[in-house]
């Protein structure tokens, strides 16, 4: 088996219908397998995709909420590809992306992982689609706000370039490597994972790289990350990855860390906290703005489309004159590449796709049908 995808669901069946639609785009004419793996959703997501998709992947129910890590580590070990590729549900991935990874691969064996050019949800690019490993140096400049180490923003857009910590979103790893280097760490639950296998792998002798296939990543449809519980799932992965690696030295470097990771997520909180106390008392009462709808779809199906937004209520117009918008596009006539080929020209609309046959609107806030 050339290639594995690896895909964890938690209450997003919609944004993995859409991710696998795409997966399965890019892995025409591939020796491939793809697993579903579902953190006990409670959306209905297993008899959704069961129904749909029984013959196309493996679908694997946990009872509980495992976390990302111990749910993706479930699937590798019954996969049998010779990369396995990590892939963010609330994704879609370009049709020749998986293709280009795996010739990259396959054409530089010390490659132990691999990550993909990311846009945003409006088709900006994504900057942590090239990371360089929080070295306690790397972290305090990235706290102090001096962030383009961290994101390595000498290196190309268009070219592949060696980095350092590839992006769970989509992360493609060698399986020799991660035999040598082991699997995600259980200890995270979510977040952090992929920059501690990452440099695991850069310890096992291997090299992590940037490649210019193309995806969009709606970036944390399955989190709430306005929540307390975010705040605490992020900061206390990073606790758990400076204790890991650098506990070893002096206390004279962790203890300053250790305090401005406290620090930053007592802030965060406090932050949190001040914005849902000014909304509760009246004093951030803004002004709704109507999301207007812009569809560049074919006219064929145009009709469907404006029978939905009739339907729903949504605001359309031939042209947006102002922000917000979503510039929707029918992806059953036109490709993932048109879309984001699209989508990093206007760098301004937020990115809907349309699916005429099930009359189903995605987009990066609403599911629409």
Same mark, same amino acid.
Request: aromatic share 12%; proline share 3%; with cysteine.
């Given at each position: @088996? ?7 669901? !938690? ?18 004419? @591939? ?27 493996? *679908? ?26 990590? *892939? ?5 991935? %370009? ?21 993909? @050019? ?24 990235? &706290? ?6 961290? !994101? ?19 992360? @493609?790893?060698?399986?020799?490597? &991660? ?46 990350? %306005? ?10 992965? &990073? ?32 932050? &949190? ?72 020209? %206007? ?23």
């Amino acid at each position: @088996m050339k290639l594995t995808v690896v895909i964890v669901n !938690y209450n997003v069946c919609y944004y993995v219908e859409q991710c696998l639609e795409s997966v399965f785009r890019a892995t025409k004419g @591939m020796e491939s397998e793809i697993f579903v793996v579902d953190n006990a959703s409670s959306d209905g997501s297993v008899d959704y995709l069961r129904q749909k998709f029984a013959k196309q992947i493996t *679908l694997i129910e946990c009872q509980h909420n495992l976390g990302f890590a111990r749910a993706n580590n479930i699937a590798i070990r019954q996969s049998t590809g010779e990369y396995v590729l990590l *892939l963010n549900p609330d994704t879609f991935v %370009s049709e020749d992306a998986l293709q280009q990874a795996v010739k990259f691969m396959d054409a530089h064996p010390k490659a132990g992982g691999v990550g993909a @050019m990311m846009h945003n949800s409006n088709g900006t690019l994504a900057r942590e689609s090239r990371r360089a490993i929080p070295t306690p140096w790397v972290s305090l400049l990235k &706290m102090l706000g001096f962030s383009k180490r961290y !994101y390595m923003s000498h290196l190309s857009w268009d070219q592949p370039a060696c980095i350092e910590a590839v992006s769970g979103a989509f992360f @493609m790893v060698r399986r020799e490597a &991660m035999d040598a280097v082991g699997m995600l760490d259980k200890d995270y639950f979510m977040y952090g994972e992929d920059i501690d296998l990452s440099y695991r792998i850069l310890k096992g002798g291997y090299e992590n790289w940037y490649v210019p296939a193309r995806i969009v990543h709606y970036k944390g449809e399955s989190t709430i990350r %306005s929540s307390y519980r975010y705040v605490h799932v992020f900061y206390d992965a &990073m606790l758990i990855f400076f204790r890991k690696h650098y506990n070893h030295l002096s206390f004279l470097v962790t203890v300053p860390i250790k305090m401005a990771i406290y620090f930053r997520a007592f802030i965060a909180l406090i932050f &949190m906290l001040t914005d849902k106390m000014r909304t509760s008392l009246g004093f951030d009462r803004k002004r709704h703005v109507d999301m207007v709808y812009v569809y560049r779809g074919p006219k064929a199906t145009k009709k469907k489309f404006i029978k939905l937004a009739n339907r729903k209520g949504l605001t359309m117009a031939s042209e947006a004159q102002s922000l917000p918008y979503c510039e929707v596009y029918d992806v059953e006539s036109a490709s993932f590449n048109h879309v984001i080929t699209e989508a990093e020209k %206007s760098q301004k609309a937020l990115i809907g796709t349309f699916y005429p046959s099930k009359n189903l609107l995605i987009t990066p806030n609403d599911i629409i049908k």
